[in-house]
């Protein structure tokens, strides 16, 4: 077994511990792969990554810190996994790019932020593109700047390609619990069943159209909702990825979201998969931005918009066998969502050093 140091892993060592010593620095993780790893590193060899994290050093400028955490995790093996990149102002657009490449996760970068108005920046990227904001993202962000103490306000506006988003958060003795606001829903178009039966390998009856409609919804970035009749139904989809990201074009959405209000979750409200637009990777294990904008669904459709404030579980990750909850906030007046937001917890798996692949230059 690896001695447990104290001292942070690289990359390659984490690689090794999971894959075995003749495990190339070059082979990337899986997204199942480092699930496992999480789960297995948390249990013992790495604890010492998740109880006490390292302070902020200075590093040799070809060294870039780097922070694997879990979203969102509602049991063993569960939650998304992101790797939070520290100090990344240092990096250019394609070195950012080629490390969430590497991973094969969403990645987060932490910058000092160019607005006045915020307290931090990141970007996120996957495999095969930026995205504006992602959700998980930005609490395993948070989590990591807060026991970083690289931020300590305990109401902080974040700096993304998609505006400012305001952040808060609490202490207890599971550690930060995160909440993201989303802005207000945007309601779009209404996308036809066969359509969307044809792209996730189902019979139009199994789309619980007699509860609501197939619709794109969005509080930071579209996704298509599809209500599915049980969870048996979702758990069993196996998409045409080309006829989904087809779909996803022509609806201007970043992905497909179907859910079920009739899960066997006891801990939840809603059960839901998604599946990105050519992220680099098929599915998620938990998705904020998509969950907010589920709620925000079942407010309008499901509670008429009362007025007030709503809270729903969202189970995710399941199939995958990665099990995560997410908890959205909507609050409604006047016939209409006013306000969105999701909530929860990012564990911190593993604390490592990534060296920046840059070309030599000629003597």
């Known amino acids: ?67 694997h955490t879990r979203v969102f995790a509602a049991g063993r093996n569960g939650g998304n996994p992101c790797p939070v990149v520290l100090s990344a102002d240092r990096l250019t657009d394609s070195e950012m790019q080629n490390l969430a490449r590497r991973f094969g996760l969403d990645t987060v970068f932490i910058l000092k932020p160019q607005s006045e108005a915020a307290d931090i920046r990141l970007r ?12 998980h993202a930005t609490i395993a962000a948070i989590t990591v700047a807060l026991a970083k103490k690289i931020v300590r306000s305990d109401h902080l506006k974040i700096e993304t390609a998609s505006g ?17 606001g989303q802005n207000p829903p945007v309601f ?6 066969d359509q969307v039966a044809h792209a996730l390998n189902i019979a139009v009856d199994e789309i619980a159209l007699e509860e609501s409609p197939i619709q794109a919804v969005s509080v930071s970035r579209a996704k298509l909702i599809v209500p599915l009749k049980d969870w048996r139904t979702l758990n069993r989809l196996a998409p045409d990825f080309d006829a989904l990201w087809r779909l996803c074009d022509g609806l ?7 859910f079920t209000r ?39 459709y499901d509670l008429k918009c009362q007025p007030g404030r709503h809270e729903f579980r969202i189970a995710q ?46 003597s």
Not at 5 to 32: N, V
Not at 317 to 343: L, N, Q
Request: aromatic fraction near 8%; include cysteine.
């Open 124 to 135: 996120y990227f996957v495999p095969d593109h930026e995205m504006g904001i992602s959700g």
């Open 188 to 193: 779009g178009s209404k996308a036809s069943p």
């Open 252 to 258: 201007q959405v970043s992905g497909l979201y179907p």
């Open 1 to 67: 077994m690896w001695p447990c140091t104290g001292r942070s892993l690289s990359i390659c060592e984490m690689k090794q511990l999971y894959l075995g010593p003749r495990s190339s620095s070059k082979m990337r993780l899986s997204r199942r792969a480092f699930l496992h790893l999480a789960a297995w590193a948390s249990t013992g060899v790495m604890s010492t990554a998740i109880t006490k994290i390292r302070p902020v050093q200075e590093m040799r400028s070809d060294q870039t810190e780097v922070v």
């Open 164 to 180: 400012l988003f305001e952040v808060t958060w609490l202490q207890n003795k599971d550690g930060y619990l995160v909440t993201l």
């Open 262 to 300: 009739h899960t066997n979750k006891e801990n939840a409200d809603a059960e839901a998969r998604q599946f990105p637009l050519r992220a680099g990777f098929l599915e998620d294990a938990a998705t904020g931005v998509a969950a907010a904008a589920l709620g925000a669904y079942l407010a309008t």
């Open 317 to 362: 990750g399941y199939a995958m066998g990665a099990p995560s909850v997410i908890e959205t906030i909507v609050e409604c007046a006047s016939g209409s969502v006013t306000k969105t937001a999701i909530r929860g917890r990012a564990q911190l798996v593993a604390d490592a050093d990534w060296q920046a692949e840059r070309p030599k230059k000629k």
